[in-house]
């Protein structure tokens, strides 16, 4: 049976020929039309998750795996508010979501009608395009319907981000018919165009700088584009700066930033400073090399993408609107540069990475050893996400099998959505997923756990050190009277209860031996899923990552 609303079933004969087929639901009255027609259409596959925030970011994680759009649709009003959060999450980051939401008829808005709020172009700020359907079933209205909903999908797929279509739907909702009245012939897959005159001429400029520094910010990985940028590694006039979730692994590359960038004095800044900044991908962590590369006064910029060409260190001379592997296809056909720009990095990196060694051997119970162990015991076959705040700067200190596909939401940074993500990522993908993340995260997204898809190999890995403990390592809050309660937000809970009503298997580990213990066999084939719970409450967690610093660059 179908929704017997023509502009239900354009959306259902549309979507699957565009290779969409994968459709988040959450309850309501107001969607009953798509979610009658969705739920009994043969070509898709429907999630039912019940809080629109959860949902929209498990639709974010399944797209992250999938890399094409998914669909996510609810009811009217407060229930439309709560995708914002993983909307602003793809638009930043580039992930294709389709937000559709049922909505009241126009003319009940600001009439005090339940559940009826100012719904169009509610996300104007954040999205690649919004779109209203109309409810009229005339021949006309019919046509711009069907050129409005093709319109939105292909804009969603050449853009790689979020499009939303809202809804109007007056009463009766539920009505079906057992025959579709709107036939659709097989669509075309749109493709985004690029012009490579447009940066050709920058080819011809690559030697007139005799230091580069490619700086690759989140990427998905990609063999073919690593292996170009190795190529770039073996110069002598280039260095590469990457980050765990620019998915890289080489060793001609630089991929622990913070361990190798400190404040320099001006001399050594102008030895290190690149004349070139070549930066690549989206949203980079590590805020000392944005420090350095802001107080550089660097003669140029490129950034490469294609699609944000930010100004983040507020230098970009050049915007280069292409996939990077079409550059760098180019670019290494132009000759090296002799220079001993890569040799100063290379003594850094050796220095930097026997004084990382030598800390981590004598390190003890934490934060930052239970990372290291995680990274000891983390199979190759494993998907990592990471989640934000303290998590992923720990994450980002050490080298993760290269085999593992690693993400964090780090399009907006926020710490809402780490865990729906997760679980969203590990329902889509052929490979199991693990989740490290902070205490304050976990709690907050404690609703990702209300979702009956959660597979059996999901892992949960839970550093609990009692409260937001970023706020003892960055500068400032540590200066002030509110520190535990109002930034900290200290706290004494455990993720027992919660692991028992959603039925993970669960297990909490508050020192080294019981943590490595644990985890030989943690990633084992189980029947549910497993939560790992480290517990670090009683360590100085910020006062050992302070001394891991001052160890590697001793004043």
């Known amino acids: ?106 003319n009940f808005v600001d009439i005090f009608d339940g559940q009826t709020i100012r719904q169009k172009d509610i996300y104007k700020n954040h999205i690649y395009g919004s779109f209203q ?33 809202n809804f109007p739907f007056s009463e009766p909702l539920y009505e079906q018919t057992d025959s579709l009245g709107i036939t659709i012939e097989q669509l075309a897959q749109p493709e985004k165009k690029f012009n490579s005159e447009t ?15 490619v700086l690759v910010g989140m990427q998905p990985p990609d063999p073919y584009f690593s292996k170009l940028l190795e190529e770039l590694a073996k110069r002598q006039d280039t260095v590469i700066l990457t980050e765990i979730t620019s998915n890289l692994n080489s060793p001609e590359f630089y991929p622990n ?37 802001r107080n550089s006064k660097l003669k140029a910029h490129w950034h490469l ?81 990471v989640s934000n705040s303290s998590m992923i700067r720990y994450t980002q200190l050490f080298n993760f099998n290269k085999q593992n596909k690693i993400f964090c939401n780090r399009g907006a940074s926020g710490i809402d959505g780490s865990t729906s993500t997760a679980v969203g990522f590990a329902v889509a993908d052929s490979n199991p997923t693990v989740l490290i993340t902070g205490d304050v995260g976990f709690f907050y997204d404690s609703n990702a756990l209300w979702n009956k898809y959660l597979p059996s190999n999901f892992r949960i890995i839970l550093l609990n050190n009692g409260g937001g403990d970023i706020f003892k390592i960055i500068p400032g809050p540590d200066s002030t009277d509110a520190l535990d309660e109002y930034f900290v937000t200290r706290h004494h809970r455990t993720a027992k209860l919660l692991a028992e009503e959603y039925q993970l ?33 009683h360590c100085d967690n910020s006062t050992l990552l302070r001394n891991y610093f001052n160890f590697l660059n001793p004043s």
């Open 133 to 165: 359907i109309s409810e009229s079933e005339e021949d006309q209205d019919v046509t711009d319907n069907f050129l409005t909903i093709k319109k939105a999908v292909q804009t969603a797929i050449l853009q790689s981000g979020p499009v939303h279509i």
């Open 1 to 106: 049976m179908y929704s017997k609303k023509l502009a239900v079933q354009i959306l259902g004969e549309m979507l699957y020929r565009y290779g969409i087929t994968d459709m988040v639901i959450s309850p309501g009255s107001r969607n009953a039309p798509l979610t009658i027609h969705f739920s009994q259409h043969s070509e898709y596959k429907c999630y039912s998750i019940t809080d629109e925030r959860s949902a929209a970011f498990f639709a974010l994680g399944m797209a992250q795996s999938k890399r094409k759009p998914v669909a996510i649709c609810c009811t009217s009003g407060t229930a439309s508010a709560n995708y914002y959060p993983a909307i602003i999450e793809a638009f930043y980051q580039n992930v294709p979501l389709l937000v559709i939401t049922a909505d009241r008829p126009e």
């Open 199 to 213: 940066w050709h001429p920058l080819l011809s400029q690559w030697n007139q700088y005799d230091k580069k520094m």
């Open 257 to 293: 930033i913070d361990r190798y960038v400190f404040p320099f004095g001006e001399e050594k800044m102008d030895e290190y400073k690149p004349d070139l900044l070549l930066t690549i991908g989206q949203n980079v962590v590590s805020k000392k090399i944005k420090v350095f590369l």
């Open 305 to 385: 993408d294609s699609f944000w060409h930010p100004d983040t260190y507020f230098s970009l001379t050049e915007k280069i609107e292409d996939q990077p592997i079409s550059f760098l296809t180019e670019l290494i056909q132009v000759p090296q540069k002799t220079s001993d720009y890569s040799s100063k990095w290379k003594e850094i990196k050796r220095i930097k990475e026997r004084k990382h060694q030598l800390f981590i051997e004598n390190l003890t119970y934490s934060d930052l050893q239970a990372i290291h162990t995680i990274n000891k015991y983390l199979p190759d076959y494993y998907n990592l996400q």
């Open 505 to 537: 298997e669960y297990k909490e580990v508050s020192s080294s031996d019981e943590l490595s213990s644990y985890l030989a066999t943690f990633f084992e084939k189980s029947s549910s899923p497993k939560l790992l719970e480290i517990n670090t409450k």
